[in-house]
C-alpha cells in the first residue's frame, strides 16, 4: 500500500523481493496501476515463466495456511517526462507481456476522461498473444477495485490477434478472477520515498549542507591542526594525504547529512503505518482461510461492455503493422512498442522509413 501523497507516473518500474521466495533475488517489474485512477494501491502484473514466478506462484496457492506475506520494494522509477500526452493519436503495440506498460497508460488516461474531463487523443492498442486464454490480459485493462465502470469519454479501440489458433474457442467457460488478500503485520510499513514526499528539495538540501559542512571541516582542520603541525611545508602532510584527509571529510560529510533526513522521513513515515493497521478487510466468515480468500468473482474475459464494443479479435493471423500505422491520418502520432525484438524493430523501422511524416517512435525500453 503506497504512502499518502505518493505519486508515480505511467511506465514506472519497481524492483521487488520476497522473501519467502528468495531473500537475495530483486526482480524488475513494471507498474500497471495509476497513482491518479488508485492512489490507495501500486500493482505490478507477473507472468508465470521462470522458476522465481513459479514458486512464489505456488506460495500464493497456499493461501489458505499462509499467515501474510513480507514483500519489500525498491521504487517505483519514474520517467521524468510523459511524452504522450502530448500526441494527437496514441498507438500502442505489444506482444504477449508485453502490454503490462500500457495497462498504466490506458490507466491514466481513464482518469483524466473521468475525473478531470481533460479530452483524451485517439488511442489504439494493438496487442498479439499465442492463445485465446491470454485475452483475459485485456481484462486488467480496467482496475480490479472495480470503481471504473464509463469508458465512454475515452476513445479506445482494441486490435488483438491470437496467433496460434485459427478461431474462437467452442468452450464458453468464464475465467475466475481470485483476489486474495493477507492481514497485514503491524511490521508492515506502506510504500514511500526514501527521502520523503519532496525528494527533489531533500537532494539540494543534502548537497548544500554537505558541502557547507565540508568546508567548514576543512577550515577547522587546516587551521587548528595541519597547520599548527606542518607550517605548509609538506614535509609530514603531502598532497596525497591531503586529498584523502578531504575526500574521507567529504564523504563523512554525505553520509551524515543524508542520515538525519533518512531517520527524519523515517519517523514521519511511522505515522503513515496506521493506514495498514487500520485496514478495512473483510472480516472472517466461516473460517480462517474467508480471511485471506477475499472475493472470487465470475468475470468475462472483458468486464465491461464498453471494453467489449471496443475490441476486435482476430485468430490465425499476426497484426499487419506497416498497413496499419500508414493509414492513420492524424497528423502526430506517437507510437509505442513493447515485446520481442523483432517486433519493436519493425516498428522503429516504419516510423523512421519516411513513408509517414505524422509517426514519432517513442522507445520506453533500456535495450534495443
Given at each position: 500500500m503506497p504512502y499518502v501523497g505518493f505519486s508515480y507516473n505511467p511506465l514506472s518500474t519497481i524492483f521487488i523481493n520476497f522473501p519467502s521466495v528468495s531473500r537475495l533475488q530483486w526482480h524488475p517489474f513494471t507498474v500497471s496501476s495509476s497513482s491518479n485512477l488508485e492512489p490507495e494501491r501500486l500493482s505490478v502484473i507477473m507472468k508465470k515463466e521462470g522458476s522465481w514466478t513459479q514458486k512464489l506462484y505456488r506460495t500464493l496457492s497456499e493461501h489458505a495456511t499462509l499467515e501474510g506475506l513480507d514483500v519489500s520494494v525498491e521504487g517505483p522509477y519514474s520517467p521524468i517526462s510523459e511524452n504522450f500526452l502530448r500526441y494527437e493519436s496514441v498507438v500502442m503495440i505489444s506482444g504477449g507481456s508485453g502490454i503490462t506498460p500500457f495497462i498504466s497508460i490506458?490507466?491514466?488516461?481513464?482518469?483524466?476522461?473521468?475525473?478531470?474531463?481533460?479530452p483524451t487523443p485517439n488511442l489504439l492498442l494493438i496487442c498479439a498473444f499465442k492463445n485465446s486464454m491470454d485475452l483475459t490480459m485485456l481484462d486488467l485493462l480496467l482496475p480490479v477495485s472495480g470503481n471504473v465502470s464509463d469508458l465512454s469519454r475515452l476513445n479506445l479501440k482494441i486490435e488483438a490477434y491470437?496467433?496460434?489458433?485459427?478461431?474462437?474457442?467452442?468452450?464458453?467457460?468464464?475465467?475466475?478472477?481470485?483476489?486474495?488478500?493477507?492481514?497485514?503485520?503491524?511490521?508492515?510499513?506502506?510504500?514511500?520515498?526514501?527521502?520523503?514526499?519532496?525528494?527533489?528539495?531533500?537532494?539540494?538540501?543534502?548537497?548544500?549542507?554537505?558541502?557547507?559542512?565540508?568546508?567548514?571541516?576543512?577550515?577547522?582542520?587546516?587551521r587548528f591542526y595541519i597547520y599548527p603541525i606542518d607550517k605548509n611545508t609538506g614535509d609530514i602532510y603531502s598532497l596525497s594525504s591531503m586529498a584523502v584527509l578531504y575526500l574521507l571529510v567529504m564523504c563523512t560529510c554525505i553520509v551524515v547529512a543524508c542520515s538525519v533526513l533518512f531517520l527524519k522521513n523515517k519517523r514521519e513515515n511511522l505515522k503513515g503505518a496506521k493506514q495498514i493497521k487500520n485496514l478495512d478487510l473483510p472480516t472472517p466468515m466461516t473460517s480462517p482461510?474467508?480471511?485471506?480468500?477475499?472475493?472470487?468473482?465470475?468475470?468475462e474475459s472483458l468486464?465491461?461492455?464498453?471494453?467489449?464494443?471496443?475490441?476486435?479479435?482476430?485468430?490465425?493471423?499476426?497484426?499487419?503493422?506497416?498497413?496499419?500505422?500508414?493509414a492513420i491520418d492524424d497528423?502526430?502520432?506517437?507510437?509505442?512498442?513493447?515485446?520481442?525484438?523483432?517486433?519493436?524493430?519493425?516498428?522503429?523501422?516504419?516510423?523512421?522509413?519516411?513513408?509517414?511524416?505524422?509517426?514519432?517512435?517513442?522507445?520506453?525500453?533500456?535495450?534495443?
Open positions: 490506458i490507466r491514466e488516461f481513464i482518469h483524466r476522461s473521468n475525473s478531470l474531463n481533460i491470437v496467433t496460434r489458433e485459427k478461431e474462437a474457442p467452442i468452450s464458453d467457460e468464464q475465467t475466475m478472477i481470485r483476489t486474495i488478500c493477507f492481514k497485514p503485520k503491524p511490521s508492515h510499513m506502506p510504500i514511500a520515498p526514501v527521502l520523503g514526499p519532496n525528494s527533489w528539495l531533500c537532494l539540494a538540501i543534502i548537497i548544500s549542507t554537505s558541502f557547507v559542512a565540508f568546508l567548514i571541516l576543512i577550515g577547522i582542520l587546516q482461510s474467508s480471511w485471506y480468500h477475499c472475493s472470487d468473482k465470475e468475470m468486464p465491461q461492455e464498453s471494453l467489449v464494443k471496443a475490441t476486435n479479435v482476430h485468430y490465425g493471423k499476426r497484426p499487419d503493422l506497416k498497413m496499419t500505422l500508414l497528423e502526430n502520432v506517437g507510437v509505442m512498442a513493447s515485446g520481442p525484438t523483432g517486433m519493436r524493430h519493425q516498428t522503429a523501422a516504419i516510423c523512421s522509413s519516411g513513408l509517414a511524416d505524422n509517426l514519432h517512435y517513442e522507445s520506453i525500453s533500456f535495450n534495443w
